[in-house]
């Protein structure tokens, strides 16, 4: 009787796990209007624009219906994922290198991340300090860890987040490996040394760590908060489209079951109240925001919310006009020059993305937000921009959807070793503009 209850209650844990047996992801390239009608037909609350493309997912239940219809519609698809439950499955190494000190090549649940925070903090005193900015939803502690070397006066500072959206694993563990080289090449890399000398980093590894929870127990493919609400069943918010810049006007839902979904009001998630209220706070000393995702390999800047470049802001760099002219932006032909800022950003993200590829030739693509990728409002790098913090950017890290969120962990080294050249090469530009 006793072994019977306990294997039902198995059975009932392990039928809460979403599965995902037969479900395909198809990336799909509209060329007309038509054909995004169709699409937005097929997938409610995907953002999608004539020659973009877009990677839907769609149940073993439906994928002979969709094929079908896209195939009737001449739409340009290919098949990214197969079976996606099998990538889900083949996505973590079976096998531990070195279990007993932490393991950077691996993806870290929340329990180990959260020792981890402690333990690094105990270990580098004197370059380290932990300061809890809030508690999620779900009540746990958001942690930010300051790093750089002690000072008397308050040093400027670039804030790095990571795991805004839950299923992308690779950005809290490109977030657990720029700690990692901060305090293992301080000392010896001249570059981190000064750095760290000069500013601080304030790190957030996990910004939305209850949403993290989720698709380690739940959902694998969970992206967006947690929270609850009277009036709807329907759970969580996503978290970039929740900051307060030009909330909800374009690209985001305000159907509380999409995954795009805006939220109450700007700032309703307290994960993003908490980092808002953090860096509206530190704004004096805050240089540079910094948010990491995936996948796409994108470098993108402000705007999302609108297609309008970036306003000006009083230090301008004198943009040669050459370089400002359309044809240069070859998909910017709708906007008009001139361009300062947008040359300065985009001569950085250019800089950044050079850096990056000469390690392994990862492509990146750069731009601002709403033309390279699509307009999405309540961006926290449009926020954080728009508060007055010059330099804003946000990462889309490998790959561009192979793998997709499923990532394997043999490429969370290279991945992140990348990375680390972009983030230091903007870092060497915000530190020289001081
Ligand atoms: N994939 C990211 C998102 O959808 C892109 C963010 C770009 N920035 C923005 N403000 N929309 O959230
Ligand atoms: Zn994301």
């Known amino acids: ?25 198809i990336r799909i390239r509209p060329k007309t209007e038509e054909h995004v009608t169709i699409i937005k037909e097929i997938a409610d609350s995907v953002e ?12 073993a239940a439906h994928a002979d219906i969709v094929s079908t219809l896209l195939l009737q519609s001449e739409l340009e698809h290919e098949v990214l994922v197969e079976d996606l439950q099998a990538s889900v499955e083949d996505q973590l190494d079976n096998q531990e290198i070195s279990p007993r000190s932490y393991n950077y090549m691996k993806y870290n649940s929340w329990d180990k991340v959260e020792a981890w925070i402690s333990s690094m903090a105990a270990s580098n005193p004197s370059l380290m300090t932990t300061e809890v900015i809030g508690q999620t939803f779900e009540g746990r502690s958001m942690t930010v860890m300051k790093i750089g070397k002690q000072s008397s006066s308050t040093k400027p500072a670039i804030f790095l987040d990571c795991g805004i959206h839950a299923r992308e694993w690779i950005s809290p563990a490109f977030c657990q490996w720029f700690v990692k080289e901060a305090m293992e090449t301080y000392g010896s890399d001249a570059q981190m040394t000064s750095l760290l000398d000069q500013m601080d980093v304030i790190v957030l590894p996990v910004f939305n760590i209850d949403g993290y929870v989720y698709t380690w127990t739940n959902n694998r493919m969970w992206r967006k908060t947690r929270s609850r609400r009277s009036g709807s069943s329907c759970i969580g918010a996503d978290p970039n489209r929740n900051f307060d810049a030009g909330w909800c006007t374009t690209g985001a839902s305000s159907n509380p079951c999409s995954d795009t979904y ?31 995702h995936s996948y796409s390999q994108l470098l993108l800047f402000p705007y999302s919310y609108t297609y309008q ?11 040669p006009a050459a370089r400002c002219s359309p044809s240069h932006f070859h998909t910017f032909t709708h906007i008009t020059p001139p361009c300062y800022l947008l040359w300065q950003h985009q001569a950085l993200a250019e800089g950044a993305s050079k850096a990056l590829r000469s390690l392994y030739g990862t492509q990146y693509t750069s731009g601002p937000g709403a033309v390279t990728i699509y307009p999405a409002a309540g961006g926290s790098d449009d926020w954080a921009y728009d508060l007055g913090v010059k330099y804003s950017y946000t990462f889309e890290l490998r790959d561009t959807g192979r793998y997709g969120f499923l990532l394997p962990e043999s490429q969370i080294k290279p991945t992140c070793e990348e990375t680390m050249l972009a983030v230091k090469y903007i870092a060497a530009h915000v530190q020289k503009n001081l």
Request: hydrophobic share 50%.
């Open 1 to 25: 009787m006793k072994v019977l209850l306990l294997l039902g209650f198995v059975a009932v844990a392990l039928a809460e796990v979403a599965r995902f047996d037969g479900e395909k992801v």
């Open 309 to 319: 470049l970036a306003e000006h802001h009083s230090e301008l760099v004198g943009a």
């Open 262 to 292: 805006c939220g109450a009001k700007a700032e309703s998630e307290v994960e993003v109240k908490a980092v808002a209220d953090y860096i509206r706070k530190h704004l004096s000393t805050i240089k540079a925001y910094l948010t990491v």
């Open 48 to 59: 999608v624009v004539v020659s973009s493309e877009v990677d839907i997912h769609v149940s």
